[in-house]
């Protein structure tokens, strides 16, 4: 029995642990990897990813998941890009992008909750669909997005940047609606057994329906930022974000299976992680594909040390 | 004389051709707490759907203070002061007790949680129950005693006059039973009334006033705790069986076929002994929650790795056999037909293969299709199973001629060993009756039979000798001849103070 | 409410040939060969039928293996990743020898070898089928990509190109490899002691212990024999292209894929369905394309369409599936 404790402990901590090591030996190559300025370069970086994750993180605490989010930020650029191509006002584009992302949520919640399609096999169609449309409505171009945009994207108090304070302040907000509201608590019964939670009247469909709406939200705001920061929206804009998405909550700790994990720490941890990776392989002059390779890798030892430690807990009861 | 808080006057409903309830009445005195028994199917469940507002009553009234009241959905009974704790605790194990309690009712200001004054107003509630369980503390450690507190707990916060509490005990060891006896002794002091359903009748007397035992759709008898005892109640619950003709002529050769020693699985199975000889049918019965299912789905490996000794009688002699092996040479027929009797979408001639598949394949694992057509009209011809083309989806038959299915298919594979499982559950009259006489016949031919059924009287028909089976022990085995009067009594007697 | 009992009863007896979705798709199927008929005959020109079903045949073998993995109950959506990267390691193989049997062999071995890799991971460790070969996906595009820099391969040695692009009786070598393997695999799911126990396991696979079928094992098999036809399609798809690269495992081809499958009828809740309806799928979904490309519509409003048309055929089959019970 104590053994099989410690050995939970250990898998805890295992991801944590894993990011020090990592980080420490990217370090030993390049100094200055751990340098002030590059940290909070690597914040900035991984604001756009870190935002989308955190609606990932939403619906995977319901112990579902939604893989349409990168196309959703696309779509939603989409639209923003040809607005302000337009003339339109700055104020109206962004209004209109969050918007967007609403409503594409609100697709996925239909589908999921009124059509009953599997959230798996939902998502992967409005994936493909959004995907779709994004392209067509920006004719898989790239469109130039006006200066103010690049510099809003880029913007820095000192050595802080503008997103990564939006990217906090949105992290904050959605982990405090996990665990401080009613609404949050009823996300976590549903992915302890949705059943149970159907018997003892808990508002279920409705509550899976807005926590769609808002992951597509996050995800248009997280396309914003991605997009913001190069000056672009490209046909690439989101593509595997998704992906990533799901490896950056399950290296957080949040349990596919739902109902348990910290929103806060585990987006932290998980976009912490991918990022280091992905600039320490960017300074040691990798193949950016690796970095592909390397998400898989770890979503599957997630995975595995999760199955371990349900495993272990089977077989204790 | 204390008033009424509840009555229940001539509750009918049916569903579609069943008739669930017919004459169901029901009364319950203000503080005090009554037991509802009854057999499968007697009506107890339906009747505290009706009032729990799961569903309505076709006919028949509800008074609340002697006040006519309709439910039309579990909120309309809550608002009456009606709360109802189910035998599956709702329980969601990642949250905390607190949160469990409130679960529907969280206190908030300005829409977010009010932390403290949750788990201070939790601790409270729990303690009035006599718990001291931290608010603060995840469910997922607890024991079901506990979890089922917090249940309770969370039905406390509505404030109800009348609580139902549905086989409170059925997981519960012998110390959390006492605390739950605690627990019920303080509601009633609180004025709360209670309405305890119950499959162990021995329990029912350390805590209720009263007992109204239902039959068939229709209450019984009510009566106080006093004006009876354990072999009463059994007796008003199965029925008048009329003298039992034996469909089988007894055998007086008696080799035996498996040996059980010691089985043990967990909490399912306590140290189960029992033997069963060649031909033979051995009747097991016992009350629902006893353990009958889990004590034959786990000698043949179904339910994990059980510990004891299982032999069987290879060439003349008992030797030792994994649970593996028994399987294989072992029909099941569960008492769940459509969760894992049938594949209800599939054609006759699908489900009658598939524990046939050696059987009805060429080489090469190729099936013959015409084996597999043969095979499926044997069950069909031998069964006379009502269907008009062995192409058929399963789901198109009648409950009946499913259950047929899964006998048939089984009878195939040839079996040594035939595990019955509430076989003529849901059958008519003339369907019963084909069943046992198969199973009759099967033993005549050799094949070992264990037989559980809730329905004494069909098991007093067939069965060669009987296993007694209550609270997960093996309690007594008893000769074909015993009578009625002696079975109940061996259950009852053994119901009362067995050793945990 | 009513009605629609009524018409799912009368659909019950022809249930075991025909259902709504399979109705659905023939219509689909009929509107669009009369669409082309009318508006572009030369469409039926034996030349250019040849030339659809060379041109599907890739994905008509994908969805062959997909359909099984299906009726069992499961998902693979690394199919096409393991094709690209199962392509790259026999092309390095058969450069390397100049051998083409062992690049061809290459190929197939590691098909399976990937498709074990799932089938271990879901059978064995449990793990959920679409997050498990999502993983697998991301790792077999990741090395892909990685050990061919994003360059194709195509200096594999001219004998296989001549044997794989040689033409019997006026058909190409990759329809008669589809041919078999459809046959194969169809014949396997419907006359096979195997091919039966995938679909009860599809179905429920607690019925299926209770019977002693060793449902591990067959899920297993399903992603072997899935792994084992992307091998294959590894081999027919490089001969068809020349080259192997890691794009021939891009996202569309996952999407046809699944949409092929689903309008050929597979359920994606298991234990109903054909690998002949997925193929026959997969003929539509490349039709519905040229058909598609014939109206001047961009491939995006394609991709639209199809994502459209997934949802409205698992709905449907989700709807039917309640209705039913």
Redesign the interface.
């Known amino acids: 029995m104590n053994t099989s404790i410690l050995g939970n402990r250990i898998l805890d901590f295992a991801f944590p642990i894993f990011l020090i090591l990592v980080s420490l030996g990217f370090a030993l190559v390049e100094p200055s990897f751990l340098g002030l300025g590059n940290i909070f370069g690597m914040l900035h970086a991984m604001a756009p990813i870190a935002i989308i994750s955190t609606g990932m993180a939403l619906i995977v605490m319901m112990g579902k998941l939604d893989i349409s989010l990168g196309s959703i930020a696309l779509v939603s650029m989409g639209v923003s890009a040809i607005m302000l191509q337009s003339d339109y006002s700055l104020f109206t584009a962004i209004l209109i992008t969050f918007l967007v992302g609403a409503m594409l949520g609100a697709v996925n919640g239909f589908v999921i909750c009124f059509l009953k399609v599997n959230p798996l096999i939902a998502t992967l169609g409005t994936m493909i669909a959004f995907r779709g449309l994004g392209n067509q409505i920006t004719d898989a171009q790239v469109v130039v997005l006006p200066d103010s945009l690049r510099a809003l994207g880029n913007f820095s108090f000192g050595a802080i940047f503008f997103d990564t304070v939006i990217c906090l302040l949105l992290l904050t907000t959605v982990h405090l609606l996990h665990q401080r509201t009613k609404f949050g608590k009823i996300i976590t019964a549903i992915g302890n057994d949705e059943a149970t939670a159907q018997r003892v009247g808990l508002p279920v469909t409705q509550t899976v329906f807005f926590s769609f709406v808002i992951a597509g939200t996050l995800a248009s705001i997280g396309g914003f930022f991605a997009s913001a920061q190069v000056g672009a929206v490209t046909s690439f804009l989101g593509k595997g974000m998704e992906f990533t998405a799901v490896a950056v909550v399950v290296v957080g700790g949040i349990s596919l299976f739902g109902g348990k994990g910290s929103i806060l720490w585990g987006v932290i941890l998980g976009s912490l992680t991918f990022e280091v990776i992905r600039s320490g392989l960017n300074y040691l002059g990798a193949n950016p594909y690796f970095y592909q390779l390397i998400g898989g890798v770890v979503i599957f030892i997630a995975m595995y040390a999760a199955a371990i430690k349900l495993g272990r807990s089977a077989n204790n009861s | 004389m204390s008033k009424s808080i509840l009555k229940m006057h001539n509750i009918e409903k049916r569903f579609g051709p069943i008739t669930a309830l017919s004459h169901a009445n029901f009364e319950l005195k203000k503080g005090s707490v009554v037991a509802l028994v009854g057999a499968n199917g007697a009506g107890k469940s339906t009747l505290m759907n009706v009032l729990g507002g799961i569903t309505t009553q076709d006919n028949g009234q509800i008074l609340i203070n002697d006040e006519k009241v309709d439910f039309n959905s579990p909120g309309d009974a809550a608002r009456y002061g009606i709360q109802f704790v189910h035998q599956e605790l709702s329980i969601f194990k990642t949250m905390t007790v607190a949160e469990n309690i409130f679960i529907n009712k969280f206190p908030s200001k300005y829409g977010l949680i009010s932390k403290h004054m949750m788990e201070t107003t939790a601790t409270q509630l729990l303690a009035e129950l006599g718990s001291n369980l931290n608010p603060k503390h995840s469910v997922e450690t607890l024991s079901t005693g506990d979890c089922q507190m917090v249940v309770i707990a969370r039905a406390m916060l509505g404030s109800p006059k009348i609580l139902i509490l549905d086989e409170p005990t059925s997981s519960l060891s012998k110390y959390e039973k006492e605390k739950l006896n605690d627990v019920i002794r303080r509601l009633k002091t609180s004025g709360v009334a209670i309405i305890y359903i119950s499959h162990f009748i021995s329990e029912i007397f350390e805590v209720c006033d009263a007992v109204t035992v239902m039959r068939n759709g229709a209450t019984i008898s009510s009566q106080t705790i006093n004006e009876t005892d354990n072999a009463t109640i059994i007796e008003l619950m199965l029925g008048d069986v009329a003298s039992i003709e034996k469909k089988r002529k007894q055998e007086k050769n008696e080799t035996i076929f498996l040996s059980v020693n010691k089985l043990q699985n967990e909490n399912k199975v306590q140290e189960a002994t029992f033997i069963l000889n060649k031909g033979e049918i051995l009747g097991i019965w016992g009350l629902l929650g006893s353990g009958r299912t889990e004590l034959v789905r786990s000698i043949i490996g179904l339910d994990g790795r059980p510990e004891g000794t299982i032999r069987i009688n290879k060439n003349g002699k008992l030797s030792p056999i994994s649970v593996e092996y028994l399987s294989q040479v072992t029909a099941y027929v569960s008492e769940d037909r459509r969760g894992e009797g049938v594949l209800l979408p599939m054609s006759v001639q699908k489900n009658t293969a598939l524990p046939n598949l050696r059987k009805v394949s060429r080489s090469l694992g190729i099936i013959n299709l015409e084996k597999v057509r043969n095979l499926a009209k044997r069950v069909i011809d031998s069964l006379s199973v009502k269907v008009s083309s062995s192409d058929q989806a399963v789901s198109t038959l009648s409950g009946g001629n499913q259950q047929k299915i899964v006998f048939g298919k089984w009878l195939e594979t040839e079996p040594d060993l035939l595990i019955l499982d509430e076989p003529t559950r849901g059958l008519d009259i003339s369907a019963k009756g084909e069943i046992l006489k198969l199973a009759t016949n099967l033993a005549n031919a050799g094949v070992s039979i264990l037989f559980i059924s809730s329905e004494l009287e069909e098991l007093m028909k067939i069965s060669d000798r009987y296993l007694i089976v209550s609270e997960r022990h093996v309690v007594a085995e008893l000769p074909g001849n015993s009578t009625q009067d002696s079975l109940i009594s061996a259950l009852s007697k053994t119901s009362q103070g067995s050793a945990a | 409410m009513v009605k629609m009992v009524i018409r799912t009863a009368t659909f ?1 007896r022809v ?2 040939n025909l259902s709504l979705p399979l109705l659905i798709t023939g219509f689909m199927f009929l509107s669009a060969l009369i669409f082309l008929l009318l508006n572009s005959p030369e469409f039926f020109l034996i030349k250019n039928i040849i030339n659809i079903f060379n041109q599907c045949a890739v994905l008509a073998i994908l969805s062959l293996g997909m359909s099984t993995v299906m009726i069992g109950g499961g ?1 693979d959506l690394s199919l096409p990743a393991n094709m690209a990267l199962s392509a790259i390691f026999g092309s390095t193989i058969m450069i390397l020898t100049q051998s083409v049997t062992l690049g061809c062999l290459t190929m197939v071995i590691s098909g399976v070898a990937i498709g074990s890799l799932n089938g271990f ?1 879901i059978a064995r ?4 089928p ?3 070969t ?10 892909s ?2 050990t061919t ?2 360059v194709s391969i195509f200096n594999q040695p001219e004998q296989f190109f001549d044997v794989f692009l040689a033409r019997f009786l006026g058909l190409p070598l990759s329809i008669y490899v589809l041919i078999l393997c459809l046959i194969i695999t169809q014949c396997t799911l419907s ?7 995938v ?2 396991v599809g ?2 696979p ?8 060793p449902v591990r094992q067959v899920l297993f098999s399903t992603y072997v024999l899935a792994g084992f036809l992307a091998g294959v399609s590894a081999i027919v798809v490089t001969a068809r292209l020349g080259s192997a690269s890691a794009n021939i495992g891009n ?1 569309s081809v996952i ?1 046809d894929i ?1 949409t092929a499958c689903v309008i050929g009828g597979v359920s ?1 809740y298991g ?2 369905g054909r690998p002949l309806g997925a193929c026959l799928g997969a003929v539509l979904v490349v039709i519905l394309g040229n058909i598609l490309n014939l109206l001047e519509i ?11 048309l ?2 409205f055929f ?2 449907l089959d ?2 039917l599936v ?1 209705n ?2």
């Open positions: 019950e249930r075991t998902i991971a460790l449990r793990m959920i679409f997050v498990v999502l993983a697998t996906m991301t790792i077999c595009g990741g090395i990509v990685w820099n994003s006359f096979t002691r195997f091919g039966w126990m679909y009860a179905t429920s607690e019925v299926c212990r209770v019977s002693r079928i996202d999407l699944v994606i234990g109903k961009s491939f995006f409003v394609g991709l639209m369409l199809k994502g459209f997934i949802i698992v709905s989700g709807f309640k039913n019970e």
